[in-house]
């Protein structure tokens, strides 16, 4: 984990060093262990690091290769960085670390814009060349390393700012903080997740999962679209049957878990005690893995909901013989654990796990600096309750079916809650009638998934366990986002998936190597009961933030609905029975938190 950040400027000026010095000094819980500068032409970089890979001040950024011309920056973990080396080396590069970050340097250098094809990893990175001017920026497949851009105004057309956050692009200044009408439909819609490109602010953009974009000096860009899964059953797999599948995607997890322990540091396990994170301990204690950490978080329980679920975490420690931690989290906690939370956030995010995970890796940071994670597996092999409904309906009927199923609320809902100046077209339904419509995918399942794992999971879940790791200078991997892994679920045909009352081919997999109790335990998740069913003290800081001056002047929302809502704060729920007065309060308190007015 690392934070980047830097500035392009295409009106013959230099970069605002102050305000790239800015951006990289907010991005420092992301990386704590050092910090640099570079400069040259109309290009600056900045970087924190978090050493995981190659320790030493020759693993520092940002990176200049003088022999290829090159000068990055770099977020994440390249799993394949040493096969990479060698076949580079065998070219002909000699290096002079360690660190796949110069791997990534010379990779460029020797394949061009496809060396993004080599990589098996997750990672954000911006590459300047010397010699052109020329900045190329990247994102993995699956959206794991987030890179945030804003355009800057200037004398003649400006330049652009990029950073591994958001609230790093606001440190910088110059900033446009309107709210972006088709974010907010979004936002109120799809539970909180805001798709790429766009992000709640009109000012700031997302660039999307698996692409390359090229940026001239003369401000050009050309974007490449460089993965995309066909979600369709492929002729490699004709024959193969459900056994043959649950090895096939066996075989599959274990290299993505394995691929996943590469570092110069320890890695330890972030275990829920649901099958996704149980299934990694077991793959890791199965690869020879002695002593591994594990980790888990739960709350007091409020409104007659429990808050923990550590009989299952236990079981799986004792299983493997894990060094476990437990963290139970008082509901008295909640309101100073909520602005961390909160303050970490580059977007807001209205599930209630992101402040369990900010607390879990304040606690976890105090032993390692790697963990992996088990999210992932329920959009990729369909885990979710509302999958079966999708599955039975011809594909034309689709995007509304899904939008019934899934959607916080209708389009039409929208007109009551916010103020007339914020509506604007059925944005969310138009996201998902696109996706639906594209080829490469053969079933209304199949589509379904598409979206979810490309556009919903990477912008809800992705970003959260991204976001509130990487404050307390924490990596998450998640090794059910192995892109090749990803690829064969995805031409997995989908009754198999549904199978067992979802994710039937991993549960045939768990049944291998985990307690059935834990393969067979009703569907879990991380809950905050004090926010779901607003407790005293998560209640007033709510009913603070929607009375403050700001969110008066902003004027989002309609007063009588804010009031409505807080008249009953445990009565009104979204369609998927989230608390609506918390998604209301929460983008609030987050615009509040970041200083935005």
Same mark, same amino acid.
């Given at each position: ?15 605002? =060093? ?50 290829? !011309? ?20 065998? %070219? ?21 814009? @496809?060396? *993004? ?22 994102? +993995? ?65 997302? $660039? ?30 004709? !024959? ?12 599959? =997890? ?7 322990? &590469?570092?110069?540091?320890? /890695?330890?396990? $972030? ?25 888990? /978080? ?12 550590? &009989?299952?975490? +236990?079981?799986? @420690? ?9 963290? $139970? ?20 995010? *209205?599930?209630? +796990? ?63 809650? #916010? ?21 490469? @995918? ?19 879940? &992705? ?14 991997? /998640?090794?059910?986002? +192995? ?29 291998? &190597? $985990? ?22 003290? /998560? ?8 009375? @403050? ?15 409505? #809502?807080?008249? %009953? ?16 309060? =929460? ?5 509040? %938190?970041?200083?935005?007015?």
């Amino acid at each position: 984990m690392c934070g980047i950040a830097g500035e392009i400027r295409f009106d013959g000026g230099r970069p605002d =060093l102050a305000a790239v010095e800015r951006m990289t000094d907010r991005l420092a819980a992301r990386g704590p262990d050092g910090r640099g500068m570079w400069s040259q032409g109309a290009i600056a970089l900045g970087h924190r690091r978090l050493e995981v890979i190659d320790l030493s001040e020759r693993g520092a950024q940002p990176m200049t290769d003088a022999h290829t !011309g090159l000068t990055g920056v770099f977020n994440g973990c390249i799993y394949n960085y040493r096969e990479l080396r060698a076949e580079l080396e065998t %070219a002909g590069h000699r290096f002079f670390s360690t660190s796949d970050t110069e791997v990534m340097l010379k990779a460029y250098h020797e394949w061009g814009l @496809a060396f *993004v094809d080599r990589l098996f990893g997750m990672f954000a990175f911006a590459i300047a060349e010397h010699a052109t001017g020329r900045l190329v920026l990247g994102r +993995d497949r699956l959206g794991v390393k987030p890179l945030y851009i804003a355009p800057q105004s200037g004398r003649r057309s400006g330049g652009l700012r990029f950073a591994s956050s958001l609230p790093s692009l606001l440190a910088g200044g110059g900033v446009d903080t309107s709210i972006d009408p088709v974010a907010l439909h979004q936002y109120l819609t799809l539970h909180g997740t805001v798709a790429a490109p766009h992000t709640i602010l009109a000012g700031v953009r997302k $660039l999307p999962p698996a692409t390359v974009r090229v940026v001239e000096p003369d401000g050009s860009e050309h974007d490449t679209l460089y993965w995309q899964p066909r979600y369709e059953r492929l002729p490699e797999h004709v !024959g193969m049957g459900a056994d043959d599948w649950r090895d096939a995607l066996m075989g599959a =997890l274990r290299t993505a878990v394995r691929r996943r322990t &590469v570092a110069d540091v320890e /890695v330890g396990v $972030l275990l829920s005690g649901g099958l996704d994170s149980s299934l990694i301990v077991a793959l890791l204690a199965e690869h020879g893995q002695d002593g591994l950490q594990t980790f888990s /978080v739960g709350f007091e329980a409020e409104g007659g909901e429990e808050g923990d679920e550590f &009989v299952y975490s +236990d079981m799986v @420690a004792r299983q493997f013989g894990t060094d476990h931690r437990q963290l $139970l989290v008082p509901s008295d906690r909640l309101p100073e654990a909520l602005e961390g939370a909160v303050s970490a956030m580059s977007e807001p995010m *209205v599930s209630h +796990d992101v402040v369990a995970f900010h607390l879990l890796a304040e606690q976890v940071s105090k032993y390692v600096k790697v963990v992996q994670s088990g999210q992932g597996a329920d959009e990729i092999l369909a885990g979710y309750h509302w999958y079966p409904a999708l599955a039975a309906v011809p594909r034309d009927e689709e995007p509304e079916t899904y939008m019934r199923t899934y959607f916080d609320r209708p389009h039409g809902d929208l007109a009551r809650m #916010l103020q007339p100046h914020m509506r604007g077209a059925d944005a969310s339904g138009d996201l998902v009638r696109t996706h639906m419509a594209a080829p490469g @995918a053969r079933t209304a399942l199949d589509a379904a998934l598409r979206l979810d794992t490309h556009v919903m999971m990477v912008d809800d879940p &992705v970003k959260r366990v991204d976001n509130m790791t990487s404050d307390w200078g924490l990596e998450a991997r /998640v090794p059910f986002l +192995d892109h090749e892994f990803v690829e064969l679920a995805a031409a997995c045909p989908p009754e198999l998936k549904l199978a067992q009352g979802g994710k039937g081919v991993l549960k045939d997999i768990g049944r291998q &190597v $985990l307690p059935r109790e834990v393969v067979d335990r009703p569907k879990g998740y991380f809950p905050v009961p004090a926010i779901r069913h607003m407790a005293a003290p /998560v209640f007033e800081r709510v009913r603070d933030a929607l009375s @403050a001056p700001a969110a008066k002047n902003r004027g989002i929302f309609l007063p009588s609905y804010v009031d409505e #809502l807080l008249a %009953a704060p445990d009565r009104h729920r979204t369609h998927r029975g989230a608390n609506a007065l918390w998604q209301v309060a =929460l983008l609030e308190i987050w615009l509040q %938190a970041h200083g935005i007015d």
